[in-house]
């Protein structure tokens, strides 16, 4: 499917979900985590908490709170202080897509999951992402956004978007 490269703060995004880069006992922490949960207010950690621990891979969906979001689908990359995989990527990517996309929803912002703190190349995550969404059949899902912090991330992302779309 189609997909949109964007820049910003996850937390200010509007769309119907956005999706949290979690570890498997839901627990948010920093980095995407610790920015939803500061805008989000009170609630959306003990929600997701409540709600974990999920597989490695597996996906679990909150209310979006104080975000600009109807929900939160918190895809879990990695085990609480370990790392990461490519499988675990590939997963939690297509769990968060098929979530949002059984949900109803028609516009998800994506985070890098898994590339950050999670500890896994990024270059290669981002290439696992964007295969995912790419390869990704929706219902309902019609925007699709894949979002980086940063201007270097950006670029970077830009470029393997570009790379996997041929």
């Known amino acids: 499917m189609e997909f949109e490269v964007i820049q910003g703060d996850i937390a200010a995004q509007s769309a119907d979900a956005l999706v949290n880069a979690a570890n498997t006992s839901l ?3 920093s980095g995407v985590a610790g920015a939803l949960k500061r805008a989000a207010g009170g609630g959306l950690d003990k929600e997701a908490v409540s709600k974990g621990p999920v597989d490695l891979g597996g ?3 909150t ?3 104080e975000l600009d979001a109807e929900y939160v689908v918190h895809a879990a990359a990695m085990p ?3 790392q ?3 499988e675990s990527i590939r997963d939690a990517t297509r769990n968060a897509l098929a979530e949002a996309d059984a949900l109803g929803c ?3 912002v994506l ?3 898994g590339c950050g703190i999670a500890g896994f190349d990024f270059e290669s995550g981002v290439r696992i992402i964007c295969e995912e969404i790419a390869a990704f059949e929706p219902e309902s899902l019609s925007d699709v956004r894949l979002i ?3 201007d270097t991330d950006y670029e970077t992302i830009r470029r393997i978007a570009g790379e996997v779309r041929g």
């Open 111 to 113: 985070p890098a999951i």
């Open 80 to 82: 609480p202080g370990g």
């Open 63 to 65: 209310d979006a709170y």
């Open 148 to 150: 980086a912090y940063d």
């Open 84 to 86: 990461s995989t490519g």
């Open 27 to 29: 627990r948010m922490g």
């Open 59 to 61: 996906v679990a969906t």
């Open 106 to 108: 028609e516009s998800v």
